[in-house]
């Protein structure tokens, strides 16, 4: 099974002979086997070099670069292995094309919105009146054929997921998780931390997964391209937000595996402190390994696998083969 290797101690990362090396800045040293690791997060002052890089780049394992308060900040993405010319230009031409683009971010979105129902369901089940803000959203997502450019469908999101966030409070039973709406730089409370604590891991979760693709991460949809940065991963990530971040955040506030005192202040906002991340990235990880019977395939597939068999139909969708749906949950 491949795994990820997580480094939040200070110190210098580098190989030796085949393997990865680790010492942190108080001396002690550890060793990690390269068989089955396929990305690197590294959230602590890690110093790394060349000959390392091009180890990493050998085996086709990505590093990801978290900063100080644990935010996704950039990757090192190896030299793809499946490349394909003929895919890249697809994918162009349905950016560029503005009715084929509009089609792509209108899925990403409905997506989106449905999975985020589908999460209020769930928990309506359980005795919390949502249906008012259940109602509200399927509203919206029933006009979405109606938005025509990519600011009106950033802007219904928007709208959807102000209704959304409304709901948090009623599923969150702690009070010392109050949540007043959504506030992203900085995060103002300990639920805005979590939330972009976890978007932030899934991003660079999608991306691996994009690196296994002959998709180009460059090349987005919904979000717009430019030269800073990726952009399909952060499409993909909208699908998945709802019932692997959100949900994930439910439980750990509730359960109280997650406390006030995992939070610091600091630069006018609230922020997981070391220990909190390593509570997070654990569960994180376990959930990215958790399994669900998938209905078409007849067996068990993890939240990873879902991510990657979403990025093929995305794939078949540019080649003409089959038009693109997105995943909604069925539990």
């Not at 129902?117 to 005795?127: A, F, H, S």
């Not at 690196?211 to 991963?233: A, C, E, M, Q, V």
């Amino acid at each position: 099974m491949t795994k990820q290797l997580y480094i939040f101690s200070d110190g210098e990362l580098k190989r030796k002979q085949n393997t990865l090396f680790f010492e942190k800045s108080s001396g002690e040293k550890k060793y990690f086997p390269i068989e089955n690791i396929e990305q690197i997060h590294l959230f602590g002052e890690v110093t790394i070099n060349k000959k390392l890089l091009d180890f990493l780049a050998q085996e086709g394992i990505l590093i990801h670069f978290y900063n100080y308060f644990g935010f996704y900040e950039g990757s090192f993405y190896p030299k793809e292995h499946y490349n394909s010319g003929s895919l890249i230009l697809r994918q162009a031409e349905h950016y560029m094309d503005t009715s084929k683009r509009i089609c792509i971010a209108r899925k990403f979105v409905s997506g989106a919105i449905l999975n985020a129902i589908k999460v209020l369901e769930y928990y309506k089940t359980r005795g919390i009146d949502l249906e008012n803000e259940i109602k509200k959203i399927e509203q919206i997502n029933e006009s979405i054929q109606h938005f025509t450019t990519i600011d009106e469908l950033m802007a219904l999101e928007g709208n959807t997921k102000d209704i959304y966030y409304r709901c948090f409070n009623k599923i969150i039973n702690n009070k010392d998780f109050n949540f007043e709406g959504r506030f992203r730089k900085p995060p103002m409370d300990p639920i805005n931390a979590l939330i972009s604590y976890g978007n932030s891991l899934l991003y660079s979760y999608v991306l691996a997964e994009i690196y296994k693709t002959h998709l180009d991460p460059r090349i987005g949809f919904l979000h717009t391209t430019n030269f800073r940065r990726f952009s399909l991963n952060l499409d993909v990530s909208e699908i998945f937000k709802p019932i692997i971040v959100d949900r994930m955040i439910f439980a750990i506030v509730n359960k109280g595996m997650i406390k006030s005192k995992d939070f610091v202040e600091e630069m006018k906002g609230i922020y997981l402190n070391e220990n909190g991340r390593k509570i997070f990235v654990e569960e994180m990880d376990n959930k990215m390994k958790t399994t669900i019977k998938h209905r078409k395939l007849g067996r068990s597939v993890s939240y990873r696998t879902l991510i990657r068999m979403e990025l093929y139909k995305i794939e078949k969708h540019l080649l003409g083969d089959e038009e693109y749906t997105p995943f909604i949950t069925w539990w």
